[in-house]
Structures are given as structure tokens and as C-alpha cells.
């Protein structure tokens, strides 16, 4: 058996690999010596950093638990639709796919002027050096319009449940999760549920209410969102649960 998980930085171990994390975790016990940066170069904390999240991520964990062999497709800021390209072209490799749908407003573009695609959302924009950057400027004001003009909640939910029942024709084992809350989704056969006071399906919401994310984590040190290492352990948990009943 072998599983491949498709999704955005919610599944690659986004905050696993960061600066700030391996920092606190070192000073306070939370992260094995073997992670201790303090006397390596830059590319070598790099490899470090990465090496640690790629062992806590709940996909690997998963591989661990069943003894299966498991390939993570996710990326940083990855949109629905990129994402749905990906499970598109690897869907043949897999036995099983796991896919997490991401956050709804993202997009995935061609910009011709770069010769790229760009997956841009809202609040990534702070972090592109885009200053003195016609380009990535330019893509910023698009991107605004795109969000006044042109985007409409319900368009992009009709959209993504096409995309899901198509693929659920396919006869594959596919199982989805969603990091946003979308009432859309709650007859989604195979939902990974993750039920909170607020959601009875979001990853996003049961994170934050059971306070597993850095910002808590580390009392406000390292202010990020992602799921922290008993996180991972848990979604890990869960999505074994979930294929041992199957």
C-alpha cells in the first residue's frame, strides 16, 4: 500500500521547518539536541530545519504507523487548483490518495511578462519582495481586482465539487480534508472529519480550539498558525483511524 497526500504548507509540515520553532524548542526541551543549529553554517541549518520537519509531519507519521510507504506533494501556498492538478497528474502512482483542500481565495496564475505560474492569496502578498518589483506588484493590483470584480464564494464551492465528484469516480481510494470551514463539503463522501465546537469537519477551526499551533505552542514566541508537532501526531492519528475501519 502506498499513499500519496496532496494539500498545501497544512500538510507539507509548514512551521516545522522554521527558524523561530527550532529556537524555542531547543531552549526549552521540546526539540532533540540532534536538531541544535547553533554551531552550523546557513545551508546546513537549512537541511536541519528541513530534515526536522520532514520526520514530525503527520504524513510521514502515518507512513511510520502503517508501515506503508507514503509520498507528500504538498507546497507552501499551494491553491485548490493547483493542488488539483497535481492529485491529477500522480493520481496513477497511488493506492490511496489523501487530498486537503486549502484556503478557497487562493489562486493559481500565469503571468506571461515572468513566464511563471504564481499561487497567490491575500496574505502572502507582505511576504513577496515586491518593492522596486513592477511584476510582482503588478500581480498584487490583479489580484485585488480579482477579489472585488471577479470572485464569488459560490462559484469557486461548485467548481471544487465538480473537481470532487469527478475524482471520485476514479476507482481509487480517495479521502479529502478541508483546512477551511465550507458547508459545501459536509456531504463530501470520505471527509476526514475534525469536529470542533464551530466546525464539525475543519482542520482550521479544531486546530485552534484545541490549541494545537505554534502560537500556543510557544506562548506567543513564534506567532504562526500551522499545526504544531502534537498536531501532526493527532491528525496523524486520525487519518489512521480512519483507514483501518475502512
Known amino acids: 500500500m502506498n499513499i500519496g497526500f496532496f494539500g498545501c504548507s497544512f500538510t507539507e509540515g509548514g512551521g516545522l521547518d522554521s527558524k523561530e520553532w527550532n529556537e524555542y524548542g531547543i531552549k526549552h526541551n521540546l526539540i532533540s539536541n540532534e536538531y541544535n543549529v547553533e554551531n552550523l553554517n546557513a545551508g546546513q541549518k ?6 526536522y520537519r520532514d520526520n514530525h509531519k503527520f504524513s510521514t507519521l502515518v507512513s511510520k504507523e502503517l508501515g506503508c510507504d507514503v ?6 501556498c499551494n491553491s485548490n487548483e493547483n493542488i488539483i492538478n497535481s492529485v491529477f497528474d500522480k493520481k496513477d502512482e497511488h493506492d490511496i490518495l ?7 481565495q487562493r489562486v493559481h496564475w500565469w503571468y506571461e511578462p515572468l513566464e511563471s505560474y504564481f499561487n497567490i492569496n491575500s496574505s502572502e502578498f507582505e511576504n513577496y519582495p515586491y ?10 493590483e490583479m489580484y485585488v481586482d480579482h477579489l472585488y470584480y471577479t470572485y464569488n464564494d459560490e462559484q469557486v464551492a461548485r467548481r471544487l465539487k465538480q473537481y ?3 475524482f471520485n469516480q476514479l476507482d481509487k481510494e480517495i479521502y479529502w480534508m478541508s483546512w477551511e470551514d465550507n458547508d459545501w463539503i459536509e456531504d463530501v463522501p470520505n471527509l476526514i472529519r475534525f469536529e470542533s465546537e464551530n466546525s464539525n469537519h475543519a482542520m482550521g477551526n479544531w486546530a485552534e480550539e484545541n490549541k494545537y499551533q505554534f502560537e500556543y505552542t510557544t506562548d506567543g514566541f513564534y ?3 500551522h499545526l504544531d508537532v502534537k498536531g501532526n501526531q493527532m491528525v496523524a492519528k486520525k487519518i489512521v483511524e480512519v483507514l483501518n475501519e475502512r
Not at 509520498?71 to 507552501?76: L, P
Not at 489523501?98 to 478557497?104: A, E, G, R, V
Open 46 to 51: 537549512i537541511n536541519v530545519y528541513t530534515q
Open 71 to 76: 509520498r507528500n506533494y504538498a507546497r507552501s
Open 98 to 104: 489523501i487530498i486537503q483542500l486549502s484556503l478557497k
Open 131 to 140: 518593492n522596486g518589483d513592477s511584476d510582482k506588484r503588478k500581480l498584487q
Open 164 to 166: 470532487i465528484y469527478l
Open 223 to 225: 506567532k504562526d498558525s
